[in-house]
Nanobody, 126 residues
Framework: VQLVESGGGSVQAGGSLRLSCAAF??????????MGWFRQAPGKEREGVAG???????SYADSVKGRFTISQDNAKNTLYLQMNSLKPEDTAMYYC???????????????????RGQGTQVTVSS
């Protein structure tokens, strides 16, 4: 499974961005897969952001709940992260990740998933 992120950039606080993650070597809905996003800011630990499993169930870190929305388009084999009301503390490299393990589709596990992309930078200025 290869994951390729896009959509990062620089925005002012309060702005929005939508990240995309194209999956190759795996077809959505063929078998179970949890897809998710995690982020890492310089000098900080990795932080799981959100997860979505094959039946569309979602979960979010408290720090982004109500501002970020994770979704997937099965026809396009693409995962998304819509980020609204961005804050300077959201600045980080954002990574897409995937895991076929059942029962771990929660933000706290996403950073340890076996498949991950190369990351896309998000910078939020105040």
């Amino acid at each position: 499974v290869q994951l390729v992120e896009s959509g990062g950039g620089s925005v002012q606080a309060g702005g929005s961005l939508r990240l995309s993650c194209a999956a190759f070597g795996y077809t959505y809905s063929t078998y179970y897969m949890c897809m998710g996003w995690f982020r890492q800011a310089p000098g900080k630990e990795r932080e799981g952001v959100a997860g979505i499993d094959s039946d569309g169930s979602t979960s979010y870190a408290d720090s982004v709940k109500g501002r970020f929305t994770i979704s997937q388009d099965n026809a396009k084999n693409t995962l998304y992260l819509q980020m609204n009301s961005l804050k300077p503390e959201d600045t980080a490299m954002y990574y897409c990740a995937a895991s076929p393990a059942v029962g771990y589709c929660y933000p706290q596990y996403v950073a340890d998933f076996g498949y991950r992309g190369q990351g896309t930078q998000v910078t939020v200025s105040s």
